[in-house]
């Protein structure tokens, strides 16, 4: 099993920041990628931003240049740096971690998941 816990949403006024954090524990092997989804009331979920092992960042078009995503491979941890609020990024943001379990003796398989969730209000 793997857990993925998000933590550092809250209310902030529009171009404020806010910081959030994941933590992804549990057998995992390798997260091959991390990232962060948001779904806003009445809306599906979509893509803000997501990085890859190497640390290789991929930004929305509605996020860029304002967020930032950074990851710690030791210690499974993702976090999104998010400036420059307005109400538009108001929405639940979840975490999600997508890579592989197992060890070499018990062997392998893909992973994917999500955290609970933490809303981000942005009031103007």
């Known amino acids: 099993q793997v857990q993925v816990v998000e933590s550092g949403g809250g209310v902030v006024q529009a171009g404020g920041s806010l910081r959030l954090s994941c933590a992804a524990s549990?057998?995992?092997?390798?997260?091959?990628?991390m990232g962060w989804y948001r779904q806003a009331a009445g809306k599906q979920r979509e893509l803000v931003a997501s990085?890859?092992?190497?640390?290789?960042?991929n930004y929305s078009d509605s996020v860029k240049g304002r967020f930032t995503i950074s990851r710690d491979n030791a210690n499974n941890t993702v976090d999104l740096q998010m400036d420059s609020l307005s109400p538009e990024d108001t929405a639940v943001y979840y975490c999600?971690?997508?890579?592989?379990?197992?060890?070499?003796?018990?062997?392998?398989?893909?992973?994917?998941?999500w955290g609970q969730g933490t809303q981000v209000t942005v009031s103007s």
């Open positions: 990085i890859i092992f190497d640390n290789t960042a």
């Open positions: 999600n971690a997508d890579g592989i379990r197992g060890s070499w003796s018990r062997g392998f398989s893909r992973i994917q998941s």
């Open positions: 549990g057998d995992i092997f390798r997260l091959d990628v």
